[in-house]
């Protein structure tokens, strides 16, 4: 269990409660940053990729390797491999509290395998096959299956026909239909799982 300064988490509370994008309550960021500093063994440490698909997976029940490391790279902000406090605090809020457009844009972010600004045909079959259809079929059938998915998911998304999706194209997809926010897999909390989490905030005492 790592000790914090009051006077240190004071300061780094009060800096995140004036970040607009950060919407936790002052007493659920005091938390986080106490868990942040049990988790790295300090306040002033870093967050490693393989502790954090461990808070994924305990957590959240996330098990997609592919999934687990773009909700990282989100997270990410400087692209350093490391979550900071400030990273860590801010991308849960995005990730358990954020507005419809926080989400859109999270969620873009992490189908968006190469960083290029589009979601192409090849990143989408890749999602697919990797965190929906894990049938039982054989392969040849499955790739021709997730094809086809590819196809009738353009169909619907791709508004400008470029066969690729911009963030243009995902931003009025989900506002006309918010069940294609996590289209190409889960990569948000189900409700049921953030509420489990904000409500271990509340506690007094935290399991990690």
């Not at 240190?8 to 868990?35: A, Y």
């Not at 687990?68 to 350093?80: H, L, P």
């Not at 968006?112 to 079959?125: A, K, V, Y």
């Not at 929906?132 to 054989?138: G, N, V």
Request: charged share 35%.
């Amino acid at each position: 269990m790592s000790v914090i300064k009051r006077q240190d988490l004071s300061k780094l509370t009060e800096k995140l409660l004036k970040k607009k994008e950060c919407r936790f309550e002052k007493q659920e960021i005091e938390k986080l940053i106490t868990m942040f500093a049990n988790i790295t063994g300090g306040i002033n440490n870093r967050l490693d990729r393989t502790k954090f698909r461990d808070i994924l997976h305990i957590s959240f029940n996330m098990t997609d390797d592919i999934l687990m490391d773009r909700v990282f790279r989100a997270f990410d902000q400087d692209s350093d491999n490391y979550l900071s406090h400030d990273e860590w605090v801010l991308g849960l809020s995005t990730f358990l509290k954020g507005a419809q457009d926080d989400k859109i844009k999270y969620c873009f972010i992490v189908y968006d395998l190469n960083g290029d600004g589009w979601i192409s045909r090849e990143e989408m079959f890749q999602l697919l096959k990797t965190s929906i259809l894990k049938q039982h079929s054989s392969e040849e059938d499955q790739d021709e299956n997730i094809k086809e998915l590819v196809e009738l998911i353009l169909k619907k998304m791709d508004h400008d026909h470029d066969s690729r999706l911009s963030m243009s194209d995902f931003k009025q997809a989900v506002e006309s239909e918010i069940l294609l926010l996590e289209a190409f897999g889960p990569c948000l909390p189900s409700p049921k799982l953030r509420d489990a989490f904000l409500e271990e905030l509340s506690q007094k005492e935290s399991k990690y």
